[in-house]
Nanobody, 125 residues
Framework: QVQLVESGGGSVQAGGSLRLSCAASGYTYGTYCMGWFRQAPGKEREGVAA???????SYADSVKGRFTISQDNAKNTLYLQMNSLKPEDTAMYYC???????????????????WGQGTLVTVSS
């Protein structure tokens, strides 16, 4: 069973940067989709970014050009580099994974089978 553990959240002022990490254990190699979604208080889950095992990436329009998703297969770790952060980026961020292709890109990330526990990102103005 794959387990995901996020880290790297915190508080930052607008315009600042954070890098989230997601360490995967019990990993089964092959076709997979991994990504990040977020949920702000009182709001729906929102897909942020996705990456396929072939390295294809997908981003929500709201973060495109500011956020970068990447993976280090040797370390079984997924990253989300977040730059030029805005107050509206404030949310709990979750790493997610599933043994399928990222058909639909970032939009399917909130519906992937396996989630981490989340890490809180707070951006102040």
């Amino acid at each position: 069973q794959v387990q995901l553990v996020e880290s790297g959240g915190g508080s930052v002022q607008a315009g600042g940067s954070l890098r989230l990490s997601c360490a995967a254990s019990g990993y089964t190699y092959g076709t997979y989709c991994m990504g990040w979604f977020r949920q702000a208080p009182g709001k729906e889950r929102e897909g942020v970014a996705a990456i396929d095992n072939d390295g294809t990436t997908s981003y929500a329009d709201s973060v495109k050009g500011r956020f970068t998703i990447s993976q280090d297969n040797a370390k079984n770790t997924l990253y989300l580099q977040m730059n030029s952060l805005k107050p509206e980026d404030t949310a709990m961020y979750y790493c997610a994974a599933d043994a399928l292709r990222c058909s639909g890109g970032y939009r399917i990330v909130p519906y992937l089978e396996i989630w981490g526990q989340g890490t809180l990102v707070t951006v102040s103005s």
